[in-house]
């Protein structure tokens, strides 16, 4: 149990146009949801941390009007990234805690955005 | 959180032992040690947790030192598919929050 899945795997898009990324938690409820940007070569950045049915709480750093996250039910959160550019270009991963278990974090296999 | 600090990369031979050490000499009484594996272009995964007993799971052991400044993840008997970077993390009781720093990239040599 405590599959997370990310989709799309990987996407292309123009510099200026808006790319969504959707993150599930398959077989469990997830009380958090959190959001990571991976370049290549560095390690795991986080950007922010969304609770069901609350705004998001962004990391310093992060602009969240560039960066929308809506986590909609218990099982879903969505990325946006908006008028992307090409230095939006990143491995970006999320995870999820457990209801009721929030220590571990169950991490999908990352979506590659390529914006060109 | 406390920082901690890993070496930037070992080597282990297969079907031996890897012992990746942490430390964390700032990690104060609530905060526990946690070690997660990320193999290249992949979602990091869960390995083991630990406050200060020592800890054993399926894919590994943590043991932490009495004073709770260090602490050593063995992979009893190390396979190919354990290579990876191993990243040791402490993490605040209440504190959700992963900080990953750079860890270790372990390559098993056939």
């Known amino acids: 149990g405590a599959v997370v899945s990310q989709h799309p795997s990987w996407v292309i898009c123009k510099s200026g146009t808006s790319v969504k990324i959707e993150c599930r938690s398959l077989?469990?409820?997830?009380?958090?949801m959190f959001w990571y940007r991976q370049f290549p070569k560095q390690s795991l950045m986080l950007m922010a941390t969304s609770n069901e049915g609350s705004k998001a709480t962004y990391e310093q750093g992060v602009e969240k009007d560039k960066f929308l996250i809506n986590h909609a039910s218990l099982t879903l959160s969505t990325l946006t990234v908006t008028s992307a550019h090409p230095e939006d270009s990143s491995f970006y991963i999320c995870s999820a805690t457990r209801l009721a278990e929030t220590r571990e974090q169950y991490f999908g296999p990352g979506t590659r955005l390529t914006v060109t | 959180d406390a920082k901690t600090t890993q070496p930037p990369s070992m080597d282990c031979a297969e079907g031996r032992a890897a012992n990746l050490p942490c430390n964390h000499s700032?990690?104060?009484?609530?905060?526990?040690v946690y070690w997660y594996r990320q193999i290249h272009s992949q979602g990091p995964q869960y390995i083991i947790h630990?406050?200060?007993n020592n800890e054993t799971n399926e894919m590994a052991s943590l043991i932490i030192t009495e004073d709770r400044k260090s602490s050593t993840l063995i992979l009893p008997h190390a396979t190919l598919r354990d290579t990876a970077v191993y990243y040791c993390i402490v993490v605040n009781f209440g504190n959700e929050k992963l900080t990953f720093g750079t860890g270790t990239r372990l390559t098993i040599i056939p």
């Open positions: 630990g406050l200060k």
């Open positions: 077989d469990f409820q997830a009380t958090t």
């Open positions: 700032t990690i104060s009484g609530n905060e526990y």
